[in-house]
């Protein structure tokens, strides 16, 4: 089960946290990331992490977003910086064994998802 927190509203350029928490022991195999809706709009993959702590953005966010695992609270974080009115959309926490099927929007296991606007 993934729970994530730290959604809300901020201003354009303005900085938000995200947290997914989960079972011990579930971040240590597969991909670990981050995916965004707008409703209406197809899903897209914004930060992903493997097991080898090696990290992948999309270019939308690269230089803002920053992605991270704290193995020991068993979290996953997402450091949102430099906030857009277009970041506005729900996130989700999510795994899956490929960090290429993370980075097209797809995942094995979700979040129940947190919403983020900018305004």
């Known amino acids: 089960q993934l729970v994530e927190s730290g959604g809300g509203s901020v201003q354009a350029g303005g900085s938000l946290r995200l947290s997914c928490t989960a079972r011990t022991g579930t971040f240590r195999s597969a991909c670990m990331g981050w995916i965004r809706q707008v409703s209406g709009k197809e899903r897209e993959g914004v930060a992903s992490?493997?097991?080898?702590?090696?990290?992948t953005y999309a270019d939308s966010v690269k230089g803002r977003f920053t992605i991270s695992l704290d193995k020991a609270e068993n979290t996953l974080l997402l450091q949102m910086t430099g906030l857009k009115r277009d970041d506005t959309a729900t996130y989700y926490c999510a795994l899956d064994p490929s960090c290429e099927r993370l980075a097209l929007g797809a995942a094995t296991s979700w979040g129940q998802g947190t919403q983020v606007t900018v305004s």
């Open positions: 992490i493997d097991s080898d702590g090696e990290t």
